[in-house]
């Protein structure tokens, strides 16, 4: 799987990305369903970190957030 | 090769640890130091010569000749201010200079917006102990404020 497909997987899938959004070192996003991010997956996805409130989850990916973003919108 | 990082701002030089922000204040995407602005209109200059590889209204990534990437973000979660109140004078690939012009902004605004404008400056992917020699205190746009072995 390709870094943004695992990404994905992390984060429940694409059905549960509600929104995904990049800033310069990491991927705003906002799931359906909390419970179903993965966050030692999403870590061995490559992310630095993983930070969640909620339904709402940060992952640090460093400055190449912009094309994973990229990388994420053209398989959803 | 032992590179000089230099304050992109004016203000106060704080530890990391301060910053109001985890991933930051955790070292998540590299070791380095944080700048408490002086609130008013100011400049934020490149940290170190090279390319300008990232730049966003609100932050910026300057990358060296041997590929070390120092990331300064104006301020935290200044992805919602949507660019207002920055002003670019400098654009992505360009070559610069240390000390170079990158972006205007006034740190009095952002914080009347709600926001902290304490602006990480960060060396991206690199050991906690590469970096030395940190600065804390009164620093002006272009002092040293840290050392990247």
Same mark, same amino acid.
């Given at each position: 799987?390709? *870094? %943004? =497909?695992?990404?994905?997987?992390?984060?429940?899938? %694409?059905?549960?990305? +509600? #929104?995904? =959004?990049?800033?310069?070192?990491?991927?705003?996003? =906002?799931?359906?369903?909390?419970?179903?991010?993965? =966050? %030692?997956?999403? *870590?061995?996805?490559?992310?630095?970190? +993983?930070?969640?409130?909620?339904?709402?989850?940060? +992952?640090? +990916?460093?400055? #190449? %957030?912009?094309?994973?973003?990229?990388?994420? #919108?053209?398989?959803? | 090769?032992?590179?000089s990082?230099?304050?992109?701002?004016?203000?106060?030089?704080?530890?990391? /640890? !301060?910053?109001?922000?985890?991933?930051? $204040?955790?070292?998540? &995407?590299?070791?380095? $130091? $944080?700048?408490?602005?002086?609130?008013?209109?100011?400049?934020? &200059?490149?940290?170190?010569?090279?390319?300008?590889?990232?730049?966003?209204?609100?932050?910026?990534?300057?990358?060296? !000749?041997?590929?070390r990437? &120092?990331?300064?973000?104006?301020?935290?979660?200044?992805?919602?201010?949507?660019?207002?109140?920055?002003?670019?004078?400098?654009?992505?690939?360009?070559?610069?200079? /240390?000390?170079?012009?990158?972006?205007?902004?006034?740190?009095?605004? &952002?914080?009347?917006?709600?926001?902290?404008?304490?602006?990480?400056?960060?060396?991206?992917?690199?050991?906690?102990?590469?970096?030395?020699?940190?600065?804390?205190?009164?620093?002006?746009?272009?002092? !040293?404020?840290f050392?990247?072995?």
């Amino acid at each position: 799987m390709s *870094k %943004a =497909e695992q990404i994905i997987a992390g984060l429940g899938g %694409a059905d549960n990305i +509600v #929104e995904l =959004e990049p800033c310069i070192t990491r991927l705003r996003t =906002e799931v359906r369903d909390g419970s179903k991010v993965n =966050e %030692a997956a999403l *870590k061995a996805a490559g992310a630095h970190g +993983v930070m969640k409130v909620g339904n709402n989850v940060q +992952v640090v +990916v460093g400055p #190449e %957030a912009d094309t994973i973003a990229n990388d994420i #919108e053209d398989l959803m | 090769m032992d590179i000089s990082i230099s304050s992109p701002l004016t203000g106060r030089a704080i530890g990391l /640890a !301060e910053v109001p922000d985890p991933v930051f $204040a955790g070292s998540m &995407v590299g070791p380095g $130091a $944080a700048v408490d602005p002086e609130r008013a209109p100011q400049v934020a &200059v490149a940290p170190i010569a090279g390319r300008l590889v990232k730049l966003k209204p609100h932050a910026f990534v300057v990358q060296s !000749e041997d590929g070390r990437g &120092v990331l300064v973000h104006l301020g935290i979660d200044t992805v919602n201010l949507e660019g207002v109140g920055f002003e670019l004078v400098a654009a992505e690939g360009d070559r610069l200079r /240390a000390g170079q012009p990158i972006v205007t902004w006034n740190p009095a605004d &952002v914080q009347a917006r709600g926001l902290s404008p304490v602006s990480p400056v960060i060396a991206l992917d690199a050991e906690t102990a590469a970096i030395e020699a940190i600065v804390a205190g009164a620093v002006a746009a272009g002092d !040293e404020l840290f050392h990247w072995r």
